[in-house]
């Protein structure tokens, strides 16, 4: 379980807080000082019929292709937070932030397990597309309509107080993560000390077909990604 906690220790410092910390503080930046609803209404404006919910998915749409899976989640959970969309509406959002970042999808899996950065790239825009359709399918079931989206708030001068919050506010969510990280590192560990991985992969090796090797790694994707990897 030591060893297990220094893994993932040396993983959050290593990926997961320089990969992700720049795009939360980011984040916090677009929301507070209203640049989301700029971008909403810039989207909003040549397309009349576009609805509040589809115009406001554009800032986390595009904060979850750069940043990857958990900083499009934190910018819909930003508007809903500050009351520009609804939970509803956050929650049917939440599909179109189900993609990972370049970095890690290109980098990690494309270059480090294939081989091959244009295979990265592949899975990539793979990612993007499937986010894309996803919007089309659960947005529209949102029942909203078009409105006009509201003025920002002039928040330019209040910077003062704006940057201590988005910086506490993207290492508390750093932190969270490195937590959930560590923690299945240490249940994967323990889980393989006790004899459990290995039935799983047998289990999953009887019904699939594939090989012991890959099942193992698909029990650990299947439990944390980043860990199956």
Do not use: W
């Not at 294939?114 to 919007?135: E, M, Q, R, V, W």
């Amino acid at each position: 379980a030591s060893n297990a906690v220094r893994e993932g220790l040396n993983t959050c410092a290593k990926i997961i807080i320089p990969s992700l910390l720049p795009f939360f503080f980011v984040s916090g930046i677009i929301s507070s000082m209203g640049i989301a609803e700029d971008l909403a209404r810039a989207i909003q404006r040549p397309f009349i019929n576009i609805p509040d919910t589809l115009a406001y998915a554009c800032a986390p749409f595009i904060l979850g292709i750069l940043g990857g899976y958990p900083v499009g989640a934190a910018a819909i959970c930003r508007l809903v937070k500050d009351e520009r969309i609804s939970a509803k509406q956050g929650e049917r959002l939440l599909p179109i932030c189900n993609n990972t970042g370049p970095a890690f999808i290109i980098g990690a899996v494309g270059s480090g397990i294939f081989s091959s950065g244009k295979a990265g790239l592949l899975l990539y825009f793979c990612h993007i597309g499937t986010a894309l359709i996803l919007a089309l399918i659960f947005i529209p079931k949102s029942g909203d309509r078009k409105n006009e989206i509201s003025t920002s708030y002039d928040n330019y001068s209040r910077i003062d107080k704006i940057l201590p919050e988005c910086v506490k506010g993207a290492l508390d969510k750093c932190l969270s993560i490195c937590g959930f990280v560590i923690f299945f590192a240490v249940l994967r560990e323990i889980l393989t000390q006790l004899g459990i991985m290995r039935f799983i992969s047998l289990t999953l090796n009887n019904f699939t077909g594939i090989e012991i090797s890959k099942c193992h790694c698909l029990a650990y994707g299947i439990m944390e990604l980043g860990g199956g990897i």
